[in-house]
């Protein structure tokens, strides 16, 4: 099992130049986890689909289903649809708040039902979580994931990266050792489950973080 102390540990020495604060090395940590999800589930968007409860709209007055309370870990969308496990089953795509054609819209933590008067029915959401970030040293809150825990070099070196950058110091060694890592998550993603090249529509910011180009 690897911790966060373990990973702090090991990205000081990848950046041993560097000196910063513990929670500032952890930030680092959320920051190159968050970094390596991005990559793994955009090159399998199914590499963690969890389905919400159903649920169903009543009035059209309230076409919403409130992530915030009933899917707090929600990411992105990977599928949503209507009558759910019924013939008439109805997979709805993304529209504007203005379309002619049921879909949905998101709107800070509502999932939105368009247009509002076609918005009655019941509906199924699968979405993509949250990345799993590390809240404490030790213990399972501290405790990266385990399929995660493979790409250890990537987190290590993009901390690294991100630490030397903090004072413009030379990142070319470690930079390289990211550029391995990536490509590597890459192929790993590519070979796990139904990863196909389709992307999650990623509802959530970032600070900034380096993006790369996938194959």
């Not at 809150?141 to 993009?158: C, M, N, R, S």
């Not at 004072?167 to 050792?177: A, C, L, M, P």
């Not at 550029?179 to 600070?207: M, Y």
Request: hydrophobic letters at 35%; a negative charge.
């Amino acid at each position: 099992m690897t911790t966060r102390v373990q990973i702090r540990k090991r990205a000081k020495i990848a950046a041993s130049s560097v000196q910063l604060e513990e929670d500032e090395w952890d930030d680092l940590c959320d920051d190159a986890i968050s970094e390596l999800w991005q990559v793994i589930v955009t090159k399998n968007p199914d590499f963690r689909v969890k389905t919400a409860t159903d649920f169903t709209i009543t009035s059209t007055a309230i076409n919403y289903y409130d992530l915030a309370v009933y899917a707090v870990d929600f990411n992105a969308v990977r599928y949503l649809c209507r009558n759910p496990g019924l013939p008439s089953e109805e997979p709805l795509n993304k529209v504007g708040p203005r379309s002619v054609d049921r879909g949905y819209r998101l709107e800070g933590s509502a999932l939105y039902i368009e247009p509002r008067d076609q918005s009655l029915g019941t509906y199924r959401l699968k979405y993509t979580p949250q990345p799993p970030l590390l809240t404490a040293d030790t213990g399972a809150p501290g405790t990266l994931d385990v399929e995660l825990a493979q790409h250890l070099k990537f987190i290590v070196a993009h901390m690294a990266v991100a630490a030397i950058s903090s004072e413009e110091g030379d990142t070319r060694s470690q930079q390289t050792k990211l550029d391995a890592a990536t490509l590597a998550a890459i192929a790993w993603a590519s070979n796990q489950r139904s990863a196909d090249a389709d992307t999650v529509e990623d509802v959530r910011g970032t600070r900034g973080r380096r993006r790369f180009v996938l194959p």
